[in-house]
């Protein structure tokens, strides 16, 4: 259990580690390229570890010398297991979504499991892309979620129709694996798609390595066959989601934060809009090529559709606490299958510390500016809730936060970086 200590002004500089979602894509990207690529600053963290420990095992040689790595790729081929072979993936959707399509590059068969979080967490679209680009691939429960076997003999490929409103994951896997499908992929996203600056990272580390990813907007995407990665030594920036809770701090006790390695002008994290939410509500900041300042201010409620941002729900809930008026988030319903139903545990956590929160259908309303107590809150094993509570309790004394270690999950160093505020 880690009990938060106020701070009623704060003034501090903070380096923040590298991007989770950088990290996931440029591993599996120097894995299925051909000889060694480096990658400098990478976020070791239990997801990241979930998705380096699955590409080893299908034969990628990864050593790791500190915050670099050094990976030997494969070129999109895989010695094929004598047995299934079963990959572990604890809770990380991440791992769960990019690894489907990449061991479906491999021939032999590979069962995906994961905790008993995951086992909630949707991927039939994914699935069901696979299988329309010849793919033999199902979810053993017939619900929709993991586990998930794979019979792989290499991804055919051809035009494959999919819904963007679960997840961008699932483009961004399909993506990744394209170049090595026979015939290549086309993708058609109907419905929308949510959390699209996503799927903008996953084609700038694609380019990065050497494929050119053709596309209209968000609608459509095709890469071509008969290109692989090529290997490269690749940089990965600092965590713009981690960063978030930093800038947090800095509006709610109106103190300042200096966020460094947070590239603000060349990023394609889309979290880096928090900072224009942020603003709107009251803050000042600061933006320079490698870092951000952030500067508390008197704050104001926003409504705001969040579907591009749904990771920083957390976040704006712990801000929108302390702001004059109520603070309206929408669509983002498909924050009910993340770590934890984070609209409903948003909605019961903060009514624990005396919060009215309305739970939507599709989003929060929070009114700002209620008298607050400080009590035993749940993170629900959910890294962000756990770091967005402990911005609230920054202001409001006696929060203790249980199973506050699943912050490991994505920023294992944060609660040693929050302890120095």
């Not at 040689?61 to 572990?88: A, T």
């Not at 700038?204 to 290997?231: D, H, T």
């Not at 008026?325 to 510390?353: C, D, F, M, P, Q």
């Amino acid at each position: 259990m880690k009990e938060i200590k106020p701070r009623p002004h704060i003034d501090a500089t903070v380096r923040i580690p590298g991007s989770k979602s950088i990290t996931h894509r440029s591993v599996i990207a120097a894995g299925l390229a051909r000889q060694g690529s480096r990658i400098l600053g990478f976020l070791p963290c239990q997801d990241t570890s979930y998705t380096i420990n699955a590409l080893r095992e299908l034969g990628i040689q990864i050593s790791i010398e500190g915050e670099d790595m050094k990976v030997i790729g494969s070129g999109g081929r895989f010695l094929p297991p004598s047995n299934r072979k079963e990959f572990y993936l604890g809770n990380s959707g991440t791992s769960m979504r990019l690894l489907l399509s990449t061991v479906s590059l491999a021939t032999g068969e590979f069962l995906l499991i994961g905790s008993p979080q995951m086992l909630l967490r949707p991927v039939e679209g994914l699935v069901d892309a696979l299988n329309q680009l010849g793919v033999e691939a199902f979810c053993l429960e017939q619900n929709g979620c993991p586990p998930v076997l794979v019979r792989a003999r290499g991804i055919k490929g051809g035009k494959v129709t999919i819904s963007g409103q679960k997840s961008s994951q699932y483009v961004s896997s399909l993506l990744l694996s394209g170049p090595y499908a026979e015939k290549g992929i086309e993708i058609e996203v109907t419905g929308g798609l949510v959390s699209e600056p996503y799927v903008d990272i996953t084609i700038e580390v694609m380019r990065e390595f050497g494929i050119s990813v053709i596309r209209n907007g968000y609608r459509y995407f095709r890469v071509p066959a008969g290109y692989g990665y090529l290997p490269c030594q690749f940089s990965v920036e600092g965590d713009v989601s981690g960063a978030s809770y930093f800038w947090a701090a800095a509006a709610v006790t109106g103190g300042m934060v200096t966020t460094e390695n947070i590239r603000p002008y060349s990023t394609k994290q889309g979290d880096i809009g928090f900072l224009e939410i942020i603003k709107e509500m009251g803050c000042q900041v600061r933006r320079e090529i490698d870092r951000v300042t952030v500067y508390g201010g008197l704050l104001s409620g926003i409504e705001l559709d969040m579907a591009a941002m749904p990771d920083m729900v957390p976040t704006l809930s712990a801000i929108a606490l302390f702001a004059n008026g109520k603070t309206v988030i929408r669509n983002v319903s498909h924050l009910r299958h993340k770590e934890s139903n984070r609209l409903r545990a948003i909605a019961l956590e903060w009514s624990k510390l005396g919060g009215r929160v309305e739970e939507l259908v599709d989003g929060l309303i929070i009114h700002g500016g209620r008298r607050l107590c400080g009590t035993t809150v749940e993170s629900h094993y959910d890294h962000r809730l756990a770091m967005s509570l402990s911005v609230v309790g920054l202001k409001v004394p006696g929060i203790k936060i249980e199973a506050e270690h699943c912050v490991n999950k994505s920023f294992p160093r944060f609660w040693e970086l929050w302890d120095r505020l």
